[in-house]
């Protein structure tokens, strides 16, 4: 008897890891950072933004008493860029190692953004939060587009998707999005078939609501590792260009979601 309820449980398990099914019960302690504390908080790593480019304040926050402010100048940590790719520049908070998410699980994340309403407005490649599946050093995917992005281009707020040489827009708006602060949910579960689960709520309205494939194939021909990892980042990532460009960051979440099994 009890050989067969271990046998049950292990399939449970199996079960819960390879299906991205819809999230119920929050498991553990939710990971939080409104940035109130002098120092960013070490659940971030700062390797892709120079440290005068972050600064937690207390003059723009979306609650609390601070918020982080995130600024970007022409070649700050520059990357040259390869496959036939655009140079880029970025400022951006990396979620820690420890931290990355795995595939099959469902996440929730929450964050929020001000934009400046000076901010300047361009044609080119502006991306505010990411999502990346993680690619072993020295393989083909190493220079690869996030499977999961928040873009603003020309004016336009986007949530992207991009499997492969194939970028899908999950939605977008032209809607005055500067001078005021946007709060976002994503649940997301990444996988490499249909199971796979993106949700997205903007401001209290479900904007994305999409079931199928959401993290790229795991074989030689795309250098991704079985079972893939993904980490998340925010703040400024961009192709090279003169503008000087700062956001601001606050009421980060994310938590790991318990399975409701159908």
Not at 53 to 63: E, T
Not at 114 to 136: M, N, T
Not at 137 to 142: E, F, K, R, S
Request: proline share 3%; net charge neutral.
């Amino acid at each position: 008897m009890k050989r067969a309820l271990q046998f049950l449980l292990l399939i449970s398990i199996f079960t819960f890891l390879i299906n991205c099914s819809r999230p119920n019960l929050i498991v553990g302690i939710p990971l939080t950072d409104g940035f109130e504390n002098s120092k960013i908080s070490n659940i971030w790593e700062t390797d892709k933004i120079i440290s005068s480019d972050a600064r937690i304040q207390s003059l723009v926050f979306r609650s609390g008493h601070n918020a982080i402010q995130i600024s970007l100048h022409t070649h700050d940590k520059f990357e040259a860029g390869r496959n036939g790719n655009p140079d880029s520049e970025r400022a951006e908070l990396t979620e820690a190692k420890s931290l990355i998410s795995q595939q099959g699980k469902t996440y929730l994340h929450t964050f929020s953004i001000f934009i400046p309403k000076d901010f300047p407005i361009v044609d080119r490649r502006l991306v505010l939060a990411q999502w990346k599946q993680e690619c072993p050093w020295g393989q083909i995917c190493n220079d690869n587009s996030p499977v999961l992005a928040v873009r603003y281009v020309s004016g336009t707020l986007l949530i992207t998707q991009t499997i492969g040489s194939h970028r899908n827009i999950l939605w977008q708006s032209n809607q005055e999005y500067r001078n005021r602060w946007i709060d976002f949910r994503f649940r997301v579960c990444f996988s490499t078939n249909i199971n796979g689960k993106i949700t997205a709520i903007l401001n209290d309205s479900t904007v994305v609501d999409y079931s199928g494939q959401t993290a790229n194939n795991e074989d030689s021909s795309t250098g991704y590792q079985s079972p893939s990892r993904f980490y998340f980042k925010m703040g400024l990532y961009r192709d090279t260009m003169s503008d000087p460009m700062t956001i601001y960051l606050d009421n980060y979440s994310k938590e790991l979601l318990k399975e409701e099994q159908h």
